[in-house]
């Protein structure tokens, strides 16, 4: 089982990035997906999930109406597109892809950095 994740960098605020992440060695389609991050000294949070069947998404309050989560089940891949950057959004993204309460895989994380 392996994701990888891409995208991060260094981004101006009110800047754009988008994340990917690649899944590979389970059945993608089956998983419910979602991405955390973790800025330094704080704990990992939840920002965005999207469900297996439906497609549902789910955002924080934090970046809702600025960040869109979606997913190609064809490319077993997820997506994070996010606008207008803060300087608080500044954190390691993660992707997390979970079925029930038995399977629950991460990611290694990728940086992400919103300064001038």
């Known amino acids: 089982v392996q994701l990888v994740e891409s995208g991060g960098g260094l981004v101006q605020p009110g800047g754009s990035l988008r994340l990917s992440c690649a899944a590979s060695?389970?059945?993608?389609?089956?998983?419910?997906m979602s991405w955390y991050r973790q800025a330094p000294g704080k704990e990992r949070e939840r920002v965005a999930s999207?469900?297996?069947?439906?497609?549902?998404?789910n955002y924080a309050d934090s970046v809702k109406g600025r960040f869109i989560i979606s997913r190609s089940n064809a490319k077993n891949t997820m997506y994070l597109q996010m606008n207008r950057l803060k300087p608080e959004d500044t954190a390691v993204y993660y992707c997390?892809?979970?079925?029930?309460?038995?399977?629950?895989?991460w990611g290694q994380g990728t940086q992400v950095t919103v300064s001038s």
């Open positions: 060695g389970f059945t993608f389609g089956r998983y419910d």
């Open positions: 997390n892809a979970r079925r029930g309460n038995l399977f629950d895989y």
């Open positions: 999207i469900t297996s069947a439906a497609g549902a998404t």
